[in-house]
């Protein structure tokens, strides 16, 4: 599945691994939960943090930070969330909000991606979506704590707001082993992928390592460059770059935008290629254009691999697939 996202396009999303939530002495801690699932999970976040960064894909960290006064919050009658706790967690301005020593020079490495929320929410209030679009994401890998709140929150704030979103499992903690399930259930079913950290890396690995991306152009060798030119220009509406310059060997050189480019010296052989072929709007239209060219036709219009398919000669003899995708 990971292999349909791009790696260009994605960031990794850390969830608060702050003292509040991550610490003995924080205040999760000193409130009775138990905190060591979330202590568990920070080399790990470290470990995908780093891969990340080295593979030049953006890393965004959360950093809770709730406020002495609050009132907003004071305005609710039922008791909120907080006032379940020992004291108020990540207190801005306190040792409480802090980021986890072992992790704080990491992720304060890029001070523009640590994201100030007041709420659970990742997206809430928050310039998060402003910056994953300015770094074109549209994928989002999801790490952090806690499970069932700030991690759960933000990951129905990415889904809604149409980001692919990857929830990494091993590398996610919550306070309560009999919540995480359930929750992982919904996030399959309706608003995430669930992912592994070590399929993530071999992911990034894949995606980053020396390789084949596209095909890039085809340089045709032609008897008549000049009627060659005007078949591919004029009648199938090849448009030319500009200022190509000719060959090292010193041969005129045309170059299209479609990956096609035209020279010299052919000898009129196709052994050794069958065809080429080439992508088209309005395959129809081409062919009735082409007909009136009186082009010379090596299969009529019909369905072909990719969709609706014409098979023409170019000038030089060679065989050209010309079809208008499906999809």
């Known amino acids: 599945m990971l292999n349909l996202i791009d790696h260009k396009k994605s960031a990794l999303l850390v969830i608060d691994p702050q003292n509040a939530f991550a610490h003995a002495k924080g205040t999760l801690g000193i409130s009775g939960v138990n905190i060591e699932p979330a202590v ?143 929750a992982k259930e919904v996030w399959k079913h309706y608003l995430a992928t669930l992912s592994h950290s070590t399929a993530v890396e071999n992911w990034l690995n894949s995606a980053t390592s020396p390789k084949v991306l596209k095909f890039g152009h085809f340089l045709l060798k032609c008897k008549d460059m000049e009627k060659t030119a005007a078949f591919y220009i004029d009648n199938l509406g090849f448009t030319r770059k500009e200022n190509a310059k000719p060959l090292p060997d010193g041969r005129p050189l045309i170059v299209t935008n479609q990956g096609l480019g035209l020279t010299i010296g052919g000898s009129g052989s196709q052994e050794q290629m069958d065809h080429f072929a080439f992508e088209v709007q309005d395959v129809v239209g081409l062919n009735e254009r082409l007909k009136n060219k009186e082009t010379v036709f090596v299969r009529e219009l019909g369905p072909g691999p990719y969709g609706l398919t014409i098979y023409v000669n170019d000038p030089e003899g060679n065989i050209l697939e010309l079809y208008e995708s499906e999809s």
Not at 49 to 66: C, G, I
Not at 146 to 155: L, M
């Open 40 to 182: 568990k999970i920070i080399p790990t976040i470290k470990k995908l943090a780093k891969a990340f960064t080295k593979a030049n894909v953006p890393v965004f960290w959360t950093k809770q930070e709730h406020t002495q006064i609050d009132k907003r919050r004071e305005r609710k009658k039922l008791p909120s969330h907080t006032s379940k706790r020992k004291k108020i967690a990540a207190l801005a301005g306190t040792w409480d909000a802090e980021f986890l020593e072992e992790i704080s020079e990491l992720a304060y490495s890029v001070p523009e991606n640590v994201i100030r929320k007041h709420r659970f929410g990742a997206f809430y209030e928050t310039r998060l979506n402003t910056m994953l679009e300015l770094h074109g994401v549209e994928a989002v890998f999801v790490v952090g704590a806690t499970t069932n709140a700030c991690v759960e929150t933000s990951i129905r704030e990415a889904y809604l707001r149409d980001y692919d979103v990857i929830a990494i499992e091993d590398a996610i903690a919550g306070v309560r082993a009999d919540w995480e399930n359930s």
